[in-house]
């Protein structure tokens, strides 16, 4: 079992984490609570098993000391579980705008089904949606169908469904996704991006910030569509 410890300091020269040979977890913290706990430690738990690192801690909820409000950050590596809290950074106060990545292609496999210190090709899909003045660019698979962003899911309002790639598609099983697709809000399917041209509505979901729709994709603007996505975003508030 992995020792629960809130020392942050890691001794990287004997560390695993040089090889990315990690997990995290980001969870979302609300009047005191860490939303979602069980399936992020369902999750955390299954890619400690593919990495062969210890199980996480039992009662993880009860031995933390949450703030009010923030988010609450996990780490397992070298045997330990690191835990540590810190505010939530602002979202954008308006509509996200989207892009198709121009750099990355998505390979799936057995890691694109966990979060894992493996996470350079997630930091340069933000770092290029940076770049082009987006604030989140979508990586597509060699064969062009659609994964995640670089920190998001996508949800596309499509032929009257809400739809969200497959994991086959390298799509993280995200914790906002599950929620939704559990609630039968959302069902998957392979996506590209000229499926996105003919979208209805479109947003990114994350269980950090919840659903956030998007404004603008590949420079097509789209129209405010509050009732086509109202039960998905009612279904990620807290």
Known sequence: MLELVTDTNVDLAGSALRFGAGLFETIRVQG???????????????GCAFLG???PP????????????????????????????????????????????????????????????????????QAEARARGLDEVLAPTPEGRLSDGGRSTLVAVLDGALLTPPLEDGALPGIGRRVLLEAGLVREAPLTWEDLARARA??????????????EAGGRILAPDPAALRGAAEALSW
């Open 32 to 46: 005191g609570r860490a939303r979602w706990l069980p399936w992020h430690l369902e999750r955390l738990a299954a």
């Open 53 to 55: 690192l210890g199980a």
């Open 58 to 125: 039992p009662d993880l909820e009860g031995r933390l000391e949450l703030p009010p409000e923030g988010v609450l950050r996990l780490l397992a590596a070298d045997g330990r579980l690191l835990a540590w809290t810190g505010p939530l950074e602002p979202a954008p106060p308006r509509g996200l705008r989207l892009g198709l990545s121009r750099e990355i292609l998505r390979h799936p496999g057995p890691l694109t089904r966990f979060k894992t210190t493996s996470y350079l090709e997630n930091h340069l899909l």
């Open 202 to 215: 479109l947003a990114l979901v994350s269980a950090l910030r919840g659903l956030r729709p998007v404004a």
